[in-house]
């Protein structure tokens, strides 16, 4: 068992944890899952009832934010680095730079704009990580990887982007169905894989490949203790700090 010490407290990894990697699709991406990733992942959601949540602008996050404590991301960096080199060849001379927040999806599906309805990509550089750390218990969704069927695409590089964003968006403006969240039965969409919601499992993938969380279509607790709260990160190996 391991510590990392911060100047908002110290967190420890789970007692238990276990690391595997899955492939997703034809395109065989890398899934890592961690489960039992904290001891004690009831800190983190007593954290974020004490913290203070926001409407995030210039994203399509169909909820509310608020800033991770600083231990966490220590913490899990310093845990995964190995697993990380070698599920997505991060070289170990990389230096990990890290932004995160905390993540309550709030938002009814018929109040979502349609393009918070459809799988994305959230940059088209394979070499970023994507990491959701599920803080929440009760019946809620996981997250969902799906190929676009009109160009076969399972993730969105700097050389599919255009041919992808200018099919998509004709498929949004011809769209009728703007019912529901992305799922197993979509339109344009078909879900590939998904990472089950277990309470205190921690995900990670390329941030270029297509995926959604999979979210219920009524509004969702703004409490941290009772809604869909998960910890959201993003990660880039760079060669200085």
């Known amino acids: 068992m391991s510590s990392v010490a911060a100047t908002d407290g110290a967190l420890l990894i789970g007692r238990n944890i276990e690391v595997r990697l899955q492939q997703v699709g034809i395109e065989q991406q890398p899934l890592m899952i961690v489960d039992h990733m904290l001891d004690d992942p009831h800190a983190m959601i007593e954290a974020a009832r004490t913290t203070q949540f926001y409407v995030p602008e210039h994203t399509n996050y169909p909820g509310i934010n608020a800033r991770l404590p600083d231990a966490y991301y220590r913490t899990v960096i310093a845990t ?12 170990r001379s990389a230096h990990l730079k890290y932004f995160g927040f905390f993540a309550l999806a709030t938002t009814r599906s018929d109040a979502a704009r349609p393009i918070q309805k459809i799988p994305h990509h959230d940059s088209p550089d394979p070499g970023r990580l994507a990491m959701v750390h ?31 964003v200018a099919a998509a968006s004709r498929e949004l403006a011809q769209s009728s169905d703007t019912a529901a969240y992305a799922g197993p039965v979509m339109a344009n969409y078909e879900m590939i894989g998904r990472a089950e919601m277990i309470f205190n499992r921690l995900i990670v993938y390329r941030s270029h490949v297509l995926h959604s969380a999979l979210l219920d279509d009524v509004a969702g607790s703004a409490d941290p203790a009772k809604g869909r709260l998960t910890a959201n990160g993003f990660l880039e190996a760079t060669t200085g700090p």
């Open 80 to 91: 995964l680095r190995g697993p990380l080199e070698a599920a997505f060849g991060l070289s």
């Open 134 to 164: 599920y803080l929440c218990q009760g019946a809620f969704g996981g997250t969902g990887f799906f190929r676009h069927k009109a160009t076969g695409f399972e993730s969105v590089d700097a050389t599919r982007r255009d041919a992808y």
